[in-house]
C-alpha cells in the first residue's frame, strides 16, 4: 500500500511539491529545469514529516553565486504544511547533502562580481602578493589565476590546486608553498571537491531553515 502511495503521488504530495519549489524559485535570482522529488505516504506529510526528497536544477543564481548544476537529497524532513494558504515551514532544521557543478565560466563570473570580488582579491594578496584577480581558467585539472598590481601593472599567472579538508576549502601553491583557505559559512561541510572535464564539483552538507 505505502508502495503504491508512493508511486501513484497524491494530491497533498503535489502540492507539497509545488509548495517547496515556489520556496526555492523565491530564494534564487535565476533557476533552470527545477525539478523535485518527495518520495512519502499522505500520512506522513499529513503527519509533518517527508520521508526523502530530491532536488535537482540547473543555471542557478543564488545570491550571485553562479551554479551549473546542483544537484539536492535530504531525508527526514519535519514539516508545518499548511494546506490552506500552501505555506510550508521547516521545524527540525533539517541536513541535506549536495552536489553542485561549476564551469570556468560561472567561477569566473563570481570572483569578478561586485559581490564576490573580494575573495578573488584575498586569492591573489595571499597567495600572489598581488593586488586584484584578472581572470581564473581550469586546465589540467588545477585553477590557473591571473593577477595583477595597480601600482606597476605586473600581471603573474600561477596554477593552484584546489582540496578538500576537515569540512574546509584550501587553495595550494606549490610554487610559492602558500595555502589559504576559502571562506565558508560555518554550517557547511565540505566533503570532497575535484575538478573533471573542466568541471569543479563540490560534494557538501548543510542545515537549512525557511
Known sequence: M????????????KLLEKGIKFLVIKECK???????????TSTQIFKGVIQKINISAEDINYKDLFFD??????????INFKLTTKELKFTNDPLIKFKISLTQSSLRTILLSKSWHWIGDKISKEILNQEKLIDIKI????????????????????????????????????????????????KIYIKKIYIENKLINIFASSSISF
Not at 505505502?2 to 504530495?13: R, V, Y
Open 30 to 40: 535565476k533557476i533552470r529545469n527545477l525539478k523535485i522529488d518527495i518520495i512519502s
Open 139 to 186: 586546465m589540467n585539472g588545477q585553477l590557473l589565476i591571473k593577477t595583477s598590481k595597480d601600482d606597476i601593472n605586473i600581471i603573474k599567472e600561477q596554477h593552484i590546486n584546489v582540496t578538500a579538508e576537515k569540512g574546509k576549502v584550501y587553495l595550494n601553491n606549490e610554487a610559492y608553498n602558500k595555502i589559504i583557505e576559502i571562506p565558508v559559512e560555518d
Open 2 to 13: 505505502i508502495a503504491k502511495s508512493i508511486k501513484e503521488k497524491g494530491i497533498l504530495t
Open 69 to 78: 548544476e546542483l544537484q539536492i537529497g535530504a531525508d527526514n524532513l519535519k
